[in-house]
């Protein structure tokens, strides 16, 4: 068997979640402990977030033609890479959260929407919440004002009730 035809269901799988992801973000591992590497797996398994360490030449020949391209420059030394389906910061934010504790995990770059971020950028990505959570915050802020129109109407109409029942009464 060629090494070409070995290496084809990898790059494949790899092109599989490209394909599919709104953003990937990719980290240098070196360090973790295997309790630490475990932890992480595990919280972004929970989030719905495929994470997994492919040789970079897998990576660059995925890659072709596609968004993530960009992140080609990057793919020097150990590299993980976290592939994200529904949210498009989720692995930002978890990989952040994460590198708090262990600051062994650094950043390399990502693409999110077809955007590239290097470190920085990543670090900014990780502090915009969830996009369930601006859906929520949206919601409130927009429930708000109809919430307090309603209290109003409702204390007017009470009033003009009193009113005309004490006229009534006169």
Not at 45 to 65: P, S
Not at 83 to 109: G, H, N, V
């Amino acid at each position: 068997m060629a090494k070409v035809e070995v290496k084809q269901p990898i790059v494949d799988e790899i092109k599989g979640y490209a394909a599919d992801a709104k953003a990937a973000v990719l980290v240098d591992y070196r360090g973790l402990t295997v309790e630490q590497d475990t932890k992480l797996r595990r919280q972004l398994r929970e989030a719905g977030i495929v994470y997994k360490v492919y040789k970079n030449t897998m990576l660059t020949r995925a890659f072709e033609g596609t968004d993530y391209e960009q992140l080609d420059k990057d793919l020097e030394g150990p590299t993980a890479i976290a592939f994200s389906t529904e949210d498009e910061t989720a692995p930002a934010r978890i990989l952040y959260e994460f590198s708090k504790e262990a600051d062994k995990l650094q950043f390399k770059s990502a693409v999110v929407s077809g955007t590239y971020y290097d470190e920085a950028g990543i670090q900014e990505l990780a502090k915009i919440p969830s996009r369930d959570v601006l859906i929520s915050k949206l919601l409130g802020s927009l429930q708000s004002p109809v919430t307090n129109l309603a209290r109003v109407l409702n204390q007017i109409a009470e009033k003009g009730g009193e009113s005309e029942t004490e006229e009534t009464a006169e």
